[in-house]
Nanobody
Framework: QVQLVESGGGLVQAGDSLRLSCAAS????????MAWFRQAPGKEREFVAS????????YYADSVKGRFTISRNNAKNTVYLQMNSLKPEDTAVYYC?????????????????WGQGTQVSVSS
């Protein structure tokens, strides 16, 4: 099991940028596919992005493609989500998740370990 702690959320204006961090502990993330999900009030949790544990191939939801970038630093046991050109519809709680030797699936049920989340609010 890996413990995950997100940080970097906040209140920004439309068009601004934020970088979220997910610090892992307990196990090295080098064998975990890492992902970001988000959940807006009254909506279901949705996939945002993932990065494969071995190939580092990245996957994105269509809604964030070209604006968000997921990256990982295994030496620091940390995953990042760089969010640019933020929109009000990006407002949500953002969660970091880990899937042991995972495929990069957008299905949240594939992920075993989750952080507590960090709030991102984008005003218009």
């Amino acid at each position: 099991q890996v413990q995950l702690v997100e940080s970097g959320g906040g209140l920004v204006q439309a068009g601004d940028s934020l970088r979220l961090s997910c610090a892992a502990s307990g196990r090295t993330i080098s064998t975990y596919t890492m992902a970001w999900f988000r959940q807006a009030p009254g909506k279901e949790r949705e996939f945002v992005a993932s990065v494969h544990y071995f190939t580092s191939r990245t996957y994105y939801a269509d809604s964030v493609k070209g604006r968000f970038t997921i990256s990982r630093n295994n030496a620091k046991n940390t995953v990042y989500l760089q969010m640019n050109s933020l929109k009000p519809e990006d407002t949500a709680v953002y969660y970091c998740a880990a899937d042991y030797i995972g495929s990069g699936s957008p299905d949240g049920y594939e992920y075993d370990d989750w952080g507590q989340g960090t709030q991102v609010s984008v005003s218009s």
